[in-house]
């Protein structure tokens, strides 16, 4: 069974800094995709950035710059960097992985950005 555990939100103030951590148990590998969404209250889930086994990255225009993805194959680990946040990053982050069309679903973590 594929567990996604999400950690590492919380709440920080405009240009501050977190990096977001899902861990998945090494319950998969070789995952043909593996990302990041949110969903702000009363807003529809939104891409983040996501990262193909091709190696093709595709980033929301928003977070462009400032996220970045990185991962642990060994330990079956995926980080989400996020720098110089804005309050509109305010959300709840959600892991995603994607293996042969399946796709699995963290349980969201909360971050909150503001003074």
């Known amino acids: 069974q594929v567990q996604l555990v999400e950690s590492g939100g919380g709440e920080v103030q405009p240009g501050g800094s977190l990096r977001l951590s899902c861990d998945s148990k090494?319950?998969?590998?070789?995952?043909?995709?593996m990302g990041w969404y949110r969903q702000a209250p009363g807003k529809p889930r939104e891409l983040v950035i996501v990262m193909r086994s091709s190696g093709e990255t595709t980033y929301a225009d928003s977070v462009k710059g400032r996220f970045t993805i990185s991962e642990e194959p060994a330990l079956g680990v995926q980080y989400l960097q996020m720098n110089n946040l804005r309050p509109e990053d305010t959300a709840v982050y959600y892991c995603y992985v994607e293996k042969h069309g399946h796709e699995f679903w963290g349980q969201g973590t909360q971050v909150t950005v503001s003074s």
């Open positions: 090494r319950s998969i590998s070789l995952a043909n995709a």
